[in-house]
Structure formats: structure tokens, C-alpha cells
């Protein structure tokens, strides 16, 4: 199946060379470009994409506001939103997650982790793992002042093994890496993920996380596999 891309940036020679990038895969394909945020809620209505490869800083409507329409929208719920921003704008990647971004990169990373970024994010999964974002993720949303998106008793529809994966992928481990470590197959950690994601409403595997640490099951000084309030 070729995964459908839309691109979202104001600088055309990035635009360009992502096009080009992408559409050397056999299994991604562009399906319209946008030059601003209002753009890219219009063209996501038009196409349906997968996935949105998102810029922050645009003119006019930004990409964080163009995240949260689009994540908001029930007709665009099959579309995933991938931010590409600078690691010294942190808080603006908190407020991505929160607004229903499964994940962000920089714009300094290779060919290939970008690449291997937009299918992981158009299979369902968050880009969580590298060191940097667990800092970023630890450091913005686990501060008192963002408002749950879930209360700690609405922990209590979680069984003790769901807990304990969500608290790991809240970490930053992959489904392989929480395999391992629970001597789980993938495949069982994948259904535990997504039950979890069904009880907490949680859009993505992005938003498990953001809910994991806003509800105090996980927080920054946690080790990983730790569980929070029970």
C-alpha cells in the first residue's frame, strides 16, 4: 500500500527536496504541497493523507495550529501529523503532542530517519524513542501547569500489565524494546498499546504518552518500567 504524504512548509526549496526524497520510495507517494498552515488544513480536507509532514514556523495559521485542526477533524482521523522543527524550540514540540502530533523530527536528520519517520508515524506509531525526545517529553509534559488530557483515576480502567506497557512506551521504548523487556512478543505489546489507547481516548500512541505523564502514571524522575499512582 503507498503511503500518501502531504508537505507542509514555507520554504520551497525544502518542499522540493522533500518531494524528491519521498517520491524516490516506491512506497510513498506526494499528494500536494502547502506553503502555510491554512493550506495544509484545506489540502488534508481535499486529500486525505496519511500523513502531513508539518513545518511549525509558517506564515499566518502556523503548524501547531494547522496540528490541532486537523488532529480535531472526526473526517481526518486517519491522517497522522509528523512535525519537523528545531530541537531549541522545546516547548513548541510539548505543544505539538499535545495538539495530536504522533510524533517530530528535526530538519538537521538524514534522508533515512526521515523516511523511517513518516511510516512509522502512517502505522500507527509515535516517534518516541531517540534520547531527545524522552528529554523534551520529560522536561515540557510532565510540568504542572499543562491541564491532563486524563485524570489519574482514569487509570484505574488499565490493567496492571497495560500500566506497565503504557509506562514504558511513555519512556521511550519501541514495541520491540517492551517486548524484551517484559519477555512479551511484539505482537502482544502492540494489543496492550492499543487497548490502552482505546480506555484513556487517545487519539495515538503520541497522545498515550502525553496522557501517561499528565496523569502521573509516569513523570520525570520515574525509572523506566516504574508505575505511578494505583
Given at each position: 500500500m503507498t503511503i500518501r504524504v502531504l508537505?507542509?512548509?514555507d520554504q520551497a526549496l525544502l518542499l522540493a527536496t522533500f518531494r524528491i526524497l519521498i517520491e524516490s520510495e516506491p512506497d510513498l507517494t506526494v499528494v500536494a504541497e502547502a506553503g502555510n498552515g491554512q493550506e495544509a488544513i484545506a489540502l488534508s480536507l481535499e486529500h486525505r493523507p496519511d500523513v502531513v509532514l508539518m513545518d511549525i514556523r509558517m506564515p499566518g495559521t502556523d503548524g501547531l495550529a494547522?496540528?490541532?485542526?486537523i488532529c480535531t477533524r472526526p473526517e481526518l482521523s486517519a491522517t497522522r501529523v509528523l512535525i519537523l522543527t528545531t530541537f531549541e524550540n522545546d516547548e513548541n514540540v510539548a505543544k505539538a503532542l499535545?495538539?495530536?502530533?504522533?510524533?517530530?523530527?528535526?530538519?538537521?536528520v538524514t534522508p533515512d530517519v526521515l523516511l523511517v519517520g513518516i511510516r512509522t508515524v502512517a502505522a500507527?506509531?509515535?516517534l518516541l524513542s531517540p534520547t531527545a525526545t524522552r528529554s523534551l517529553i520529560n522536561?515540557?509534559?510532565a510540568t504542572p501547569e499543562?491541564?491532563?488530557?486524563a485524570p489519574p483515576e482514569r487509570l484505574t480502567a488499565l490493567t496492571p500489565r497495560e500500566r506497565e506497557v503504557v509506562a514504558l512506551a511513555a519512556h521511550g521504548k519501541s514495541n520491540t524494546e517492551i517486548a524484551d523487556h517484559l519477555v512479551l512478543s511484539p505482537l502482544t505489546v502492540r494489543s496492550h498499546i492499543q487497548r490502552a489507547m482505546t480506555k484513556l481516548d487517545a487519539r495515538d500512541r503520541a497522545?498515550?504518552?502525553v496522557i501517561a505523564y499528565q496523569s502521573g502514571l509516569v513523570n520525570s524522575s520515574t525509572e523506566p518500567g516504574s508505575q505511578g499512582p494505583r
Open positions: 508537505l507542509a512548509d494547522a496540528t490541532t485542526d499535545r495538539a495530536g502530533a504522533s510524533g517530530f523530527l528535526g530538519k538537521d500507527g506509531d509515535a522536561r515540557f509534559l499543562h491541564r491532563p488530557l497522545q498515550l504518552v
